[in-house]
Every structure is written in C-alpha cells, then in structure tokens.
C-alpha cells in the first residue's frame, strides 16, 4: 500500500489487527503479536502507535535493534509522539548504550513531566552514566591495581561460629566432600564462607589466565562430552543437569557455553558451583565467556546487584577480573566449534584469528570485532549477512555458516545464546545447532532446556528437560529497574 493515502477500510482494518495484537502481547505470544502489529502496518503505514508496539514485542523477545528501529520509524510518522523515544531508551538501555538512552528520558521527562516511571529510569541512566564514566577514568590509572592482585585471602578469618563447609587449611583447597556439602548448602539458600568464596575464584582466575582464547577439547575413548547453553542464574535447574545426566568426572566432561548469569536470581549459585567444578576437576569442565559474563551487562541483568546484596562489591570485582579471562571459544576433536553467538561479519575468519584474540587486555568485548561477534551474533535462515536484530554482533546465513567450516575444515559450529522452545535447534543444513540449558526461561517462557552428549565417535544425542520448582525468588530480583523491564 502507498504511503500517501490510506482509505478508510484500510485504516479500520488495521485497528482490528492491532486489538488482535494487543491481546496476543498480554498473553505473552510476541512472536504472534509481531506478526498481527505487521499487517497492521501494511494496512496502516501512518500510525506511529503500531511501530512502538512492535517495539515493545522485540524488547521482550531480546531482538533490541529491531526494537530501536521501529522506535525510529515512529518517530519519523509523528515526532510527537513521546512512547517512541521512551521505546528508544528502553532498547539502548538493554544494549548497555547509556548515553543515547539518558538521551531520550530527559526527552520523555520533558514531555511528561508526572510521569513518575519514566523520571525515576532517567534519574536511574543518569546515576549509571556518571559511574560508566567514573570508571573509565580509573581504568586509565595506571596505579590501580586489580582486586585479585590487592586483595589477601589468608588474611580473611573464618569465625567459629560459621558453620558451614570447611577447606583443607593445610592444602588450601577443595575436595569432593567441600563441594557436595557446598552444593546443599546452597540449595538450602545459604552461603558458604567468603574465604572460600575468594579461593574459589581466585583460583579459576589463575586458570583461566593460563588458558589461551580457543581451547581444544578430546574426547578419549569410553568418555563422553556434555555441551550445555545458557543457564541465566538458574541453579536449581543446573543442579538438575547433573542429577539428569551425572556429574563431571574423569571420564565424563562438560562444556557451559557461556550466560551462567543474570536474569536468574541465583547466578551467583550457578557460577560458584561451576567454578569449584573447574577448580576441583579443571580437565572435566570447560567454561566459555558469553555476552552476560560482562561489566555493563551485569550492571543491568541483575548479577552484579546479587553479589553486592550477598557478600560485596569487592566479590563483584574478583568475579569481573575472572569473567574478562575467559576463553571465548573450543574446538572439539578438531571437528565442532563452540562459541557463545555465532560468526562474524567478514569471511576468510581462521580458528587461529580467535585463538589470537588478546582478550586479557581488552577485557570488555565492545560493540565490534571478532570478540563482539563471538559472543553476540546469530544465525539467519537467508544466505548473506543482515543486521543484528539485537543491535550488537551481526546475522549470517547458511552459506556464511559453509564457507567458514569449509576454510577451518570443521564439520559444525554449536552456539548458544537464544532461547529455543525444545531447547535446542538445527539448522543451516544441519552444520549450525543452538542449545540452550535454561527451561522455562525467567520463569514465564515456558521452554524446555536441552543438553548434547556427545561420545569419543562424534556421536551426538540431544536430550531435553523440563524446569524444576525453585525457592520463591523471582527473576531479576536484583536486577535495575531496567534491567526487570527487559525479562520476557
């Protein structure tokens, strides 16, 4: 339909599109409601109210540069029309791009000036801005040393009255009756003391430090491999993995594929038992970094909210410092890549560009480059590369997915990073395969989580399982305001 005009039957039939909508939008089916806000606008180019309400379904479905698109185009049909630079800044602010958010708040503040939502997120982006900034400029300190470098354990007392687990203090470490009675303790939604807490961590820290940014992972004979997606802070369902498909041993590996955080109100659980996993059995767990295992990320999703309200901003930091060691990819048996998003925007990329990656001293992953796309892209059913729908990283097609396995001579590459409704899915002609570990994802998607076993012959079995009860905490408990508005 032009632009120009649109009739009057055109005009009501958009209306009864955009009730139909709506009503899919309360029930949560985003992805029925973006189609149903898409004949609308066929029908309707001109109204500025159908673009930000598909906006506010990208929001909740995460594919945020959408979102800040159709938030633009409403506000291309009427300036005026103050929800689209609030649907802005709702989806800048998930992206980490503070400024441009603040940006649109004092816009919507200005308009709406009762609007006690909207004043409180802007005065929330303003404190978050100047902290960015704040920060930044102790980066370039060169006098400031990094948490794990200042910080004595030894020094820390373990008081006679905790009394929960308790270390080798000769030794100075974990064995597997530390972390079985650290796992129930947890579960039982206490904590294990913070000396021990630091020694984990650090400890994972020096590990990781020795890693290089691509790991080759084998599989010896009579052991198999277990890959497992995003698990977004959901202990109880990690802890139910394990019970489901047993427990890392000698001859049993795992590999977490990045996200064990945010979201989740028990990310902290999730990390620290993974980590003592690693510590314990360092040949038997492989952990990669994902886009929520970062600063800015965890300032919004709510982990950096958890450790401070747990134990303290000092934790946080130690945990920081770790997260930016992480490798950012594995190679299985020289044949099935494993990265957190997906591949990049350029061709020709070799395993040995990612391997290296120097990404100690970049730490963050920014918002382009090889590091950015690892974590943050994602597969598209067209050939070619399009636009990110989430505004970071970018799209490939199958024919992207070919050329790369093809000029590294793998067979497949195995991401995570979206939320699927079996827990998993193949695609690209078989040689592209997300898996993701959280069901029910932030307690209202409804999902399965799915796990692959694979064996020393390549063979592979995709199981699939459902969430279990977890102690009433709701997701995102301490997460931003924000950060509570962008779960599904």
């Known amino acids: 339909m032009s632009d120009d005009k649109v009739n009057a039957a055109s005009a009501a039939k958009a209306e009864e599109l955009k009730a139909e909508a709506n009503a899919l939008f309360s029930a949560k089916h985003y992805t029925e409601a ?13 109204m500025a109210v159908y673009y930000s309400n598909r906006s506010a379904c990208y929001i909740k479905t995460e594919a945020y540069g959408y979102a800040i698109a159709d938030a633009n185009r409403a506000i291309e049909v009427d300036p005026a029309y103050t929800k689209g630079y609030y649907r802005r800044a709702i989806a800048n602010m998930a992206l980490t791009k503070f400024k441009d958010s603040l940006r649109d708040f004092k816009i919507v503040v200005k308009r709406a000036p009762a609007d006690k939502d909207a004043k409180a997120k802007m005065i929330e982006c303003e404190k978050i801005v100047r902290r960015v900034e704040f920060e930044k400029a102790i980066e370039h300190n060169e006098t400031i040393r990094s948490v794990a470098d200042t910080l004595d354990v030894e020094a820390v007392t373990v008081e006679d009255s905790y009394d929960g687990p308790r270390m080798n203090e000769e030794t100075k470490t974990i064995d597997k009756e530390f972390l079985d009675q650290m796992i129930a303790r947890l579960k039982d939604q206490k904590k294990i003391h913070k000396k021990y807490m630091f020694r984990i961590i650090m400890a994972v820290r020096n590990i990781m430090l020795e890693s290089p940014s691509l790991i080759d992972i084998d599989i010896p004979a009579n052991s198999k491999l277990t890959v497992c997606g995003d698990t977004h802070g959901q202990y109880y369902d990690l802890l139910h993995i394990f019970e489901l498909n047993g427990y890392p041993s000698a001859t049993h590996t795992y590999l977490f594929n990045g996200d064990f955080v945010d979201r989740g109100s028990f990310s902290l659980e999730v990390v620290l038992t993974l980590f003592a996993f690693k510590w314990l059995y360092p040949n038997s767990l492989y952990l990669a970094r994902g886009n929520h295992e970062t600063d800015n990320m965890n300032k919004i999703y709510g982990f950096e909210g958890e450790v401070k309200a747990k134990f303290s901003e000092t934790m946080f930091k130690l945990f920081s410092e770790t997260f930016n060691a992480l490798p950012l990819a594995h190679v299985i048996k020289h044949k099935i890549l494993v990265v957190h998003g ?3 925007s350029k061709d020709d990329v070799t395993l040995d560009d990612i391997r290296n990656i120097d990404r100690l001293s970049q730490r963050q992953p920014g918002t382009e480059g ?11 059913p067209e050939n070619g590369r399009g636009p990110s729908k989430r505004g970071v990283g970018t799209q490939f097609g199958p024919d992207v ?80 305001q924000f950060g509570g508005m962008l779960g599904v």
């Not at 973006?34 to 001109?46: D, F, G, L, R, S």
């Open 34 to 46: 973006i189609e149903k806000y898409t004949a609308a606008i066929e029908a309707n180019p001109k």
């Open 342 to 344: 997906g591949l990049f």
């Open 370 to 380: 090889l590091m950015c796309e690892l974590l943050w892209s994602d597969p598209q």
């Open 401 to 480: 997915t070919k050329r790369f396995l093809e000029h590294n001579g793998l067979d497949m590459l195995i991401r995570s990073h979206e939320v699927k409704e079996n827990g998993y899915v193949i695609e690209h002609d078989g040689k592209c395969v997300t898996v993701f570990s959280a069901p029910n994802y932030c307690d209202s998607v409804g999902n399965k989580g799915a796990l692959i076993n694979i064996t020393s012959d390549m063979k592979m079995d995709y199981r699939t399982f459902d969430a279990v009860p977890h102690p009433d905490v709701r997701p995102m408990q301490y997460a931003s």
